[in-house]
Nanobody
Framework: QVQLVESGGGLVQTGGSLRLSCTASGLTFSEYVMGWFRQPPGQERKFIAGIRTSGNTYYEDAVEGRFTISRDNAKNTVYLQMDSLKPEDTAVYYC???????????WGQGTQVTVSS
């Protein structure tokens, strides 16, 4: 059973930084594309960043240049470095693994990020 556990969220002021972590179990981590998603209050969950097995990364426009996704296959962990945070980045952040036609899977409880103005 795939299990992903997010951590590292918190309260930060505008312009600040946070580093989120997501540790995986129940899958061969190095073989999966990993992604970060977020769900702002009252809105749907949306994709924001992904990292392929090759290490290549891709981002949603709103976070491009401010957020950096990375992975450590030895630790079964994917990270999201978030810099220059804005109030509109306030959301619950989730990670997931890309199971191809089965979609993104392994949703955890998420970690809350709150950016104060």
């Amino acid at each position: 059973q795939v299990q992903l556990v997010e951590s590292g969220g918190g309260l930060v002021q505008t312009g600040g930084s946070l580093r989120l972590s997501c540790t995986a179990s129940g899958l061969t981590f190095s073989e999966y594309v990993m992604g970060w998603f977020r769900q702002p209050p009252g809105q749907e969950r949306k994709f924001i960043a992904g990292i392929r097995t090759s290490g290549n990364t891709y981002y949603e426009d709103a976070v491009e240049g401010r957020f950096t996704i990375s992975r450590d296959n030895a630790k079964n962990t994917v990270y999201l470095q978030m810099d220059s945070l804005k109030p509109e980045d306030t959301a619950v952040y989730y990670c997931a693994a890309d199971f191809g036609i089965r979609g993104w899977r392994g949703w955890g409880q998420g970690t809350q990020v709150t950016v104060s103005s």
